[in-house]
């Protein structure tokens, strides 16, 4: 009988995990997509009448995908520029101030998105933080930008700023400071420096930061609720509808699992390409 | 005493310095709003405020519903820890520390939890528990975290493990060690940094979770869930005060472990 390799074998306890809580759980959804509407018949009936409901061209559901994938990809074009200065800092100019900073940007993953998403909602309220300063600064009201797409945006650019940082920190950390030296010597450019050298050798870490946010950002729904108070429906939002109020998992279920293709799709093309061990630090 | 090449690199490297402190102020603003609505007297939140007072943290520190919440969210988090340091080391082991044939693929499949919308999986969970005939309670939700909390702490040892010079184990080995021996005296000691960090990351992160915890807890409720209830419906300023009292709870368990941490680092160099 051939034995597990002791990698192998120690690999064992979250294979299991995944397969129990992970890829059960998804195919349960999936199983429950092709139900009976209204029912909870999973593995008991077969139909295609969730899906036919959503692809109804009376069915405004689609807007609600489309929000989301908008919203995502408006979140990763501004993440990237927000986050690119901070991650050369943290892997190039900060120096011993590096782990120190770096605590401040993950700190934030400990504190539930809604606390502080609430937070920002006592910020621009009428009568909150801003609104009260500027008043009692004879500059007149605050803006009203609470409850509006511009604060849903703001709110996830807001949460989701250390799942871009980081990666681009990895991946920038990766570039050798020699290669930066060497073409600095033979005369190219700061542009140049950048376009050529650090940018193609950062890419893989830049490439995980943008995934990751983009599939996050997708399946996201406090900020629509907490900071944009409805003003748009995304895609997750009409998810949980499904399975609270309207009581319809099999419905909900069908929007889950086109959600779990554009996720899923996408994490495994990028995911696949990766060499783990040197963004992570192998040597 | 800088040639002209290194000064522009200067200016950058200042306006770096500018544009992460604004990001860092960004970031922790609305937590600094959070606590001075707490520390509101009266019932609604208004700004300047008029009177200040700890009257709402004294009420919720002595709230009973709100002891239960803490007692909930902490067991929850407790547990979580144990076992996905557990399930983590071991993780962390194939994926950095082995070569084995299929350790690429297992390095993958290990992210995908991680690279999947909460919500969704929440929701999945719900219908898989569901369908096996489960009540939902604390306990699902304890396996609802470290389904997506084991990922990350493999993760977080995984890169501290990269570290790890094998020719220490394979000496112990020579001197005639048995595997256990090996394990006790020479691989845990050296591990203890990265062991302490991914226990700190699945408590905290558990203990923050509210996107899993929302459809696996059923008649349970945790610290975050309760927080959004109320803000959803029925703000009172116990609100805020609840929200910024876990927040410090959570920023001084983070700089205590992480002193913990740099501690046994320090201690593995000597």
Redesign the interface.
């Given at each position: 009988m051939r034995t597990l390799?002791?990698?192998?074998r120690?690999?064992?306890?979250?294979?299991a995990?995944?397969v129990l809580?992970?890829i059960?759980?998804?195919l349960?959804?999936v199983?429950?997509s092709f139900a009976t509407p209204r029912s909870?018949d999973?593995?008991r009936s077969f139909t295609f009448d969730n899906y036919r409901v959503i692809f109804d061209p009376a069915n405004t559901v689609w807007m609600s995908f489309a929000w989301s994938l908008a919203l995502a990809a408006l979140v990763v074009a501004i993440l990237t520029i927000?986050a690119y200065?901070?991650a050369?800092?943290l892997a190039r100019?900060?120096g011993r101030w590096s782990s120190l900073?770096s605590?401040?940007?993950?700190?934030?993953?400990?504190?539930?998105?809604?606390?502080?998403?609430?937070?920002?909602?006592?910020?621009f309220?009428k009568?909150?933080?801003l609104?009260?300063?500027l008043k009692?600064l004879g500059l007149g009201g605050g803006p009203d930008v609470l409850f509006t797409f511009g604060a849903t945006l703001f709110g996830m650019v807001?949460v989701y700023?250390p799942f871009m940082l980081f990666p681009i920190t990895l991946g920038l950390s990766t570039v050798p400071r020699d290669l930066v030296e060497a073409g600095?010597d033979m005369g190219a450019s700061?542009f140049q420096i950048w376009r050529e050298i650090e940018l193609p050798l950062a890419m893989p870490g830049i490439l995980i930061g943008m995934?990751?946010t983009f599939?996050?950002a997708?399946?996201?729904?406090?900020e629509a609720?907490?900071l944009g108070g409805q003003s748009i429906i995304v895609i997750?939002h009409d998810?949980?509808i499904a399975?609270t109020y309207a009581q319809n998992?099999p419905l909900?279920?069908a929007l889950?699992v086109l959600?779990?293709i554009i996720?899923g799709a996408l994490?495994m093309l990028?995911?696949?390409r990766?060499d783990?061990?040197r963004i992570?630090?192998?040597? | 005493m800088y040639s002209p090449a290194e000064r522009p690199e200067r200016r950058s490297g200042r306006l770096i310095w500018v544009w992460t402190v604004f990001v860092i102020v960004v970031i922790y603003l609305p937590v600094l709003c959070g606590f001075l609505a707490s520390l509101n007297k009266s019932r609604y939140f208004l700004f300047p405020i008029r009177t200040y007072s700890l009257d709402w943290w004294q009420r919720t520190v002595e709230s009973i519903e709100i002891a239960q919440l803490v007692k909930t969210s902490l067991l929850m988090a407790g547990i979580v820890t144990v076992v996905a340091v557990g399930i983590a080391f071991f993780g962390a082991l194939a994926y950095a520390r082995y070569d084995w044939r299929g350790r690429k693929t297992y390095q993958k499949i290990v992210l995908l939890p991680i690279f999947f919308p909460q919500p969704v999986l929440g929701l999945a969970l719900l219908l898989w528990f569901n369908a096996l005939g489960m009540q939902m309670s604390w306990k699902t939700a304890v396996f609802a975290h470290l389904v997506w909390i084991v990922p990350v702490v493999t993760l977080v040892m995984a890169i501290q493990m990269y570290s790890f010079d094998p020719a220490l184990e394979e000496a112990a080995y020579d001197l005639g060690a048995s595997r256990t021996q090996v394990l006790r005296e020479v691989t845990l000691p050296i591990l203890w940094p990265g062991i302490w960090s991914g226990g700190l990351f699945a408590f905290l992160l558990s203990w923050g979770n509210f996107p899993l915890s929302l459809y696996t807890t059923g008649a349970d409720t945790a610290v975050p869930e309760w927080l959004y209830s109320k803000m959803v419906a029925g703000y009172t300023p116990m609100v805020p005060a609840l929200g910024s009292m876990a927040t410090i709870a959570a920023a001084v368990l983070m700089v205590v472990g992480g002193s913990v941490a740099t501690v046994l680092r320090r201690r593995r160099a000597a």
């Open positions: 390799s002791v990698g192998a120690c690999s064992l306890p979250v294979y995990l995944l809580g992970f059960a759980p998804l349960t959804v199983a429950y909870f999973a593995f927000v200065p901070i050369y800092g100019t900060f900073i605590l401040f940007f993950v700190f934030p993953l400990f504190v539930s998105e809604n606390i502080r998403l609430y937070g920002w909602v006592l910020f309220i009568g909150g933080v609104d009260g300063s009692s807001y700023l600095r700061r995934l990751l599939v996050l997708v399946g996201a729904v406090a609720k907490v997750t998810i949980e399975f998992w909900g279920s889950s959600l779990m996720v994490s990028g995911i696949g990766l783990l061990d992570l630090g192998r040597r | -």
